[in-house]
């Protein structure tokens, strides 16, 4: 059975960083990403990573986090990090981590698995 589960979420002040967790079980994946819901918003793409043979990988920002958010991975923990840094109140949603055997982007709208989603709330 596979799962997603975040970790690291939570109250920041503006200017503040979180790092998110994602671990995934019951298989591995090519591509991990993180996406993210505001209140009465549409889930949006927040961030990806892929990998092919070797060590090769790739790393896809939304415009909004270019600069202040990274993404990385741990092959053998079959995890993977989002270090987010210069929060603003904007930032403010649940964050899901997102699983596919195909390369997630910007414009995946159903990644194959869903994580439960963690709480992050940015105050001004």
């Known amino acids: 059975q596979v799962q997603l589960v975040e970790s690291g979420g939570g109250l920041v002040t503006t200017g503040g960083s979180l790092r998110l967790s994602c671990a995934a079980s019951?298989?591995?994946?090519?591509?991990m990403g993180w996406f993210r819901q505001a209140p009465g918003k549409e889930r949006e793409f927040v961030s990806a990573i892929s990998w092919s043979s070797g060590s090769a990988y790739y790393a896809y920002y939304a415009d909004s986090v270019k600069g202040r958010f990274t993404i990385s991975r741990d092959n053998a923990k079959n995890t993977v990090y989002l270090q987010m840094n210069s929060l603003a109140p904007e930032d403010t949603a649940v964050y899901y981590c997102?699983?596919?055997?195909?390369?997630?982007?910007?414009?995946?709208?159903?990644?194959?698995?869903w994580g439960q989603g963690t709480q992050v709330t940015v105050s001004s």
């Open positions: 997102a699983a596919d055997s195909r390369r997630i982007v910007a414009g995946t709208k159903t990644p194959a698995y």
């Open positions: 019951g298989r591995t994946f090519s591509s």
